[in-house]
């Protein structure tokens, strides 16, 4: 079996070996903690290409009705792929097949009319994302999407993540030999997940200037054949989202009282002291006892608590001390917090070896064998990271565009 070099395939429309998929623009509120009602972000959908080669579709549980480009979908569906489900009203069985919905060779693409259809069906989100976080994370885990912290309830682990939040794509990957008259598919080949580009888009006034939320996207891989990761598309390292610390949640000096939440029980002045929201864990021999300084004489500046690096503006990670409230000085000194671990594309992207061929330990599937009819499958979740520093309220109307790519060695 002959492989081509994938850097002479960079010729024309990316040869005949590649996917991309674009996840359009956001805009609304997207400060996650200080507006809960209104934390939404919209997007215009996802639509993907595919190729003779690489053909890309949907696996799906249950029947889509596809509103348009009905006829260049194939409708796949095995007849030993099959599951019951018990009917909770009936008490009965019901038979489902799985459909695996591919577009048709040389259709020329996947529509975002095609992934939006699946995603309205099964009810994830199609037009509005909200920021979310997978908390502590290490890579090889499953991750668990959860809501934003409880404004002032610290104690409350925050709920898991509607679907209606996030999108979450089953995609499924056929590879096709190019020197046969038949259809044949091919066993044993990559799909490299081979360039994620996460960028800001122009505004309503037509500009970019300020837009930083594009840095709070991640992408969830779900592998059946290695390691689950998140990958940041906007670093190209390895990195890792603090998940703890002091906030304001009730609003900055445009969106509330701007200081780090507290206690603020009127009947029980001595005590009240700042909240410590998310994932993280007293360093040896401190407590909240011994951790605090005594309230300050008059209500502080601006403080970066957090390490966001930017004390001059105030935002959810950067506030102020009040005056009649112990503090936290330095978080450093007194926790350890727990992080959310990321892949950065360095990682992630194939490398090419001494042969010209594409290597990677995070090709995000592998195509099976007969037994399983060749199918590569993986799952995506596209969300925003309500931790990272750039979701804040002045990234209000900011838009973004994330562009994914995907590649395999080409068969003859």
């Not at 890792?240 to 029980?268: E, R």
């Not at 021999?285 to 390490?307: A, F, M, R, T, Y």
């Not at 105030?314 to 102020?320: I, Y």
């Not at 596209?382 to 562009?403: A, M, P, R, T």
Request: net charge negative; with cysteine.
């Amino acid at each position: 079996m002959k492989k081509i070099n994938p850097l002479k395939l960079a010729i024309g429309i990316l040869g005949f070996a590649s996917v991309a998929s674009l996840v359009g623009s956001i805009s609304g509120t997207i400060a996650w903690y200080a507006f809960s009602t209104r934390a939404l972000v919209s997007y215009t959908g996802t639509s993907v290409q595919s190729t003779t080669q690489l053909q890309i579709g949907i696996k799906s549980d249950v029947v889509v009705n596809f509103t348009t480009n009905a006829s260049l979908i194939d409708d796949v569906v095995f007849d030993e792929d099959l599951y019951y489900a018990d009917d909770d009203e009936y008490h009965i069985h019901k038979l489902y097949h799985n459909h695996y919905y591919f577009m048709k060779v040389g259709s020329g693409g996947m529509p975002a009319a095609v992934i939006n259809d699946y995603l309205s069906t099964k009810g994830y989100a199609t037009n509005v994302l909200e920021p979310l976080s997978s908390y502590e994370y290490e890579t090889g885990e499953n991750i668990n999407l959860r809501n934003r912290p409880t404004t002032n309830r610290p104690d409350l682990i925050p709920t898991e993540a509607e679907k209606t939040k996030y999108v979450e794509i089953p995609f499924v990957f056929r590879v096709l030999s190019a020197n046969s008259d038949d259809i044949i598919y091919i066993e044993n080949h990559d799909i490299f997940l081979s360039n994620a580009t996460a960028i800001a888009a122009p505004n309503l006034e037509g500009t970019t200037t300020g837009n930083v939320i594009h840095n709070s996207i991640r992408l969830y891989v779900d592998r059946t054949n290695g390691d689950n990761y998140i990958l940041n598309p906007s670093s190209s390292i390895d990195g890792k989202d603090k998940v703890a610390g002091v906030l304001n949640l009730t609003g900055g000096s445009n969106l509330g009282n701007g200081f780090y939440d507290y206690d603020n029980n009127p009947s029980s002045p001595t005590f009240m002291q700042e909240y410590l929201y998310g994932d993280y864990e007293w360093k040896p021999g401190k407590n909240w006892e011994n951790s605090l300084s005594e309230p300050l004489n008059e209500n502080s500046g601006l403080v970066d608590i957090n390490g966001t690096g930017n004390e001059d503006i105030e935002t959810t990670f950067t506030s102020r001390h009040h005056k009649d409230v112990k503090y936290f000085s330095n978080l450093d000194e007194c926790i350890i917090p727990h992080y959310a671990n990321y892949l950065g594309t360095n990682t992630v992207f194939p490398q090419k070896n001494a042969q010209g061929d594409y290597e990677s330990d995070y090709a995000v599937c592998r195509t099976g064998n007969a037994s399983v009819h060749y199918l590569g499958l993986f799952n995506m979740k596209i969300y925003l990271e309500g931790w990272d520093f750039s979701v804040v309220d002045s990234q209000l109307q900011n838009k973004f565009y994330l562009g994914l790519q995907f590649e395999i060695n080409i068969v003859r």
